[in-house]
């Protein structure tokens, strides 16, 4: 059984950091492209960041280019979200989510799995 559970959120000042992880379990983990998605209240799921299952090709959206990092060690599972700068806008539910592949997509569709979220609030 395939599992994603994400952890680090909580919250954070307006200009702070945080890291968030997302241990995977039941999957070759090196086979899957990873994402981060990001929903707030009333809005939509939106893309984040994505990374090549071999950690080579990573990917951002403009409204967190320069400010977050997306990273994965395969030899742990895990894939992890540094956020540096934060802003009130980056609060939200943040999901990470697996898709068998090289390099995934920055549409939520295609992703065939997802972990429950984290909740990341970014305080003025």
């Known amino acids: 059984q395939v599992q994603l559970v994400e952890s680090g959120g909580g919250l954070v000042q307006v200009g702070g950091s945080r890291k968030l992880s997302c241990a995977a379990s039941?999957?070759?983990?090196?086979?899957?492209?990873m994402g981060w998605f990001r929903q707030a209240p009333g809005k939509e799921r939106e893309f984040v960041a994505r990374i090549s299952g071999a950690g080579s090709i990573t990917d951002y959206a403009d409204s967190v280019k320069g400010r977050f990092t997306i990273s994965r060690d395969n030899a742990k599972n895990t894939v992890y979200l540094q956020m540096n700068s934060r802003k009130s806008e980056d609060t939200a539910v943040y999901y990470c989510?697996?898709?068998?592949?090289?390099?995934?997509?920055?549409?939520?569709?295609?992703?065939?799995?997802w972990g429950q979220g984290t909740q990341n609030t970014v305080s003025s």
């Open positions: 039941g999957v070759t983990f090196n086979d899957y492209a």
């Open positions: 989510a697996a898709v068998l592949g090289t390099i995934g997509a920055r549409a939520p569709a295609p992703y065939d799995y």
